[in-house]
């Protein structure tokens, strides 16, 4: 078990969420002191959190979450995240790492890439890049400010609880996120399935890549 340096809630505030759909619940947004890669990292509170509760960790996705891009499937995933984790109870950690940590103009430039044929993880290794850059160092301090030491994780990526287990957080179960596909992600989709192991019905992403 790795320990990770401590880090306190800094405020908390509570916020009406509506999404274009018409889906609306209020939250508690906590911002934090100390977080080890001083980005501005923020937890989402939903519903009420038992002792066992649900948490996601979602990267930020500029192009997905409010621009809507049809390329990745992070805006549907957070929607559904947060309404999952209102109904049972839990907290969204909403993570400053766009593009799996290569930042937006990186993200950019991969999308160009990928234009040319290359898959996603292909493409961040063209760039002299990772191809995933994501540290969950500063998740696991907010998940321990929050009180938070055992938890169901919503993820399809078994990743993030790898190293959620290794900077010493229970991770009791492993809850797949819905599939969210277009005609523009299904190969980005698969590359995750096939590159990074995430839990995704791979039949059903070949056979709709076909139509």
Same mark, same amino acid.
């Given at each position: 078990?790795?320990?990770?340096?401590?880090?306190?809630?800094?405020?908390?505030?509570?916020?009406?969420?509506?999404?274009?759909?018409?889906?609306?619940? &209020? +939250?508690?947004?906590?911002?934090?002191? %100390? @977080?080890?890669?001083?980005?501005?990292?923020? !937890?989402?509170? $939903?519903?009420?959190?038992?002792?066992?509760?649900?948490?996601?960790?979602?990267?930020?996705?500029?192009?997905?979450?409010?621009?809507?891009?049809?390329?990745?499937?992070?805006?549907?995933?957070?929607?559904?995240?947060?309404?999952?984790?209102?109904?049972?109870?839990?907290?969204?950690?909403?993570?400053?790492?766009?593009?799996?940590?290569?930042?937006?103009?990186?993200?950019? &430039? +991969?999308?160009?890439?990928?234009?040319? %044929? @290359?898959?996603?993880?292909?493409?961040?290794? !063209?760039?002299? $890049?990772?191809?995933?850059?994501?540290?969950?160092?500063?998740?696991?301090?907010?998940?321990?400010?929050?009180?938070?030491?055992?938890?169901?994780?919503?993820?399809?990526?078994?990743?993030?609880?790898?190293?959620?287990?290794?900077?010493?957080?229970?991770?009791?179960?492993?809850?797949?996120?819905?599939?969210?596909?277009?005609?523009?992600?299904?190969?980005?989709?698969?590359?995750?399935?096939?590159?990074?192991?995430?839990?995704?019905?791979?039949?059903?992403?070949?056979?709709?890549?076909?139509?």
């Amino acid at each position: 078990m790795s320990e990770h340096p401590a880090a306190t809630t800094r405020s908390r505030v509570r916020v009406p969420l509506r999404f274009q759909d018409g889906y609306s619940v &209020d +939250a508690d947004l906590v911002t934090f002191h %100390g @977080l080890t890669d001083g980005q501005e990292h923020v !937890a989402v509170v $939903l519903g009420d959190p038992g002792p066992v509760p649900l948490v996601r960790l979602h990267s930020e996705c500029l192009t997905g979450d409010v621009f809507g891009s049809a390329r990745c499937d992070c805006g549907p995933q957070l929607r559904e995240a947060v309404e999952r984790i209102a109904e049972r109870g839990g907290v969204l950690l909403y993570l400053r790492q766009e593009g799996r940590g290569i930042g937006l103009y990186n993200k950019l &430039d +991969a999308y160009a890439l990928q234009d040319q %044929g @290359l898959d996603t993880y292909a493409a961040n290794a !063209a760039l002299g $890049l990772p191809e995933d850059a994501r540290d969950y160092t500063a998740a696991a301090q907010m998940l321990t400010a929050l009180g938070i030491g055992e938890l169901d994780l919503l993820s399809n990526n078994p990743d993030k609880a790898a190293q959620l287990r290794d900077l010493g957080i229970a991770v009791r179960d492993r809850v797949p996120t819905g599939v969210f596909t277009t005609a523009h992600n299904v190969r980005y989709l698969r590359a995750k399935v096939l590159q990074t192991q995430h839990t995704l019905p791979l039949g059903e992403l070949t056979e709709r890549s076909a139509v």
